[in-house]
C-alpha cells in the first residue's frame, strides 16, 4: 500500500521564532495590525510504501526524529491516508 504524508514542522512555542516576529512587524507597519503572533514553519508532503498505516506511522515518525526535524528546536504533527491509485 501506498500512503501520503503531510508533515507539519513548527518551531517549539517556547523558542523565539525570529522569522516569525519579523514578519509579525512588518505586517503591522503596513497596516495588519489585527494580525499577531506570526509563527512560521515547514511543510513536507511525502509518499510511503508500507504493508499497513501503523507501519508507515513508524516509519514517518521515524524520519521525522532522524533527519525531517531537529527535535531540540522544532515540533511536528502530520496526517497520513492511503493513496488512491490513478487511473
Given at each position: 500500500m501506498k500512503f501520503?504524508?503531510?508533515?507539519?514542522?513548527m518551531p517549539?512555542?517556547?523558542l523565539l521564532d525570529p522569522q516569525g516576529k519579523a514578519v509579525s512587524q512588518s505586517l503591522k507597519k503596513i497596516?495588519?495590525?489585527?494580525?499577531s503572533?506570526?509563527?512560521?514553519?515547514?511543510?513536507i508532503t511525502l509518499e510511503i510504501e508500507s504493508d499497513s498505516k501503523e507501519k508507515a506511522m513508524?516509519?514517518?515518525n521515524e524520519s521525522?526524529?532522524?533527519?525531517?526535524?531537529n527535535p531540540i528546536i522544532e515540533g511536528y504533527s502530520y496526517t497520513l491516508h492511503?493513496?488512491?491509485?490513478?487511473h
Open positions: 501520503i504524508a503531510e508533515i507539519d514542522i517549539l512555542k517556547s497596516g495588519f495590525h489585527e494580525i503572533h506570526v509563527r512560521i514553519g515547514k511543510h513508524e516509519r514517518l521525522c526524529h532522524k533527519i525531517l526535524t492511503e493513496k488512491k491509485e490513478d
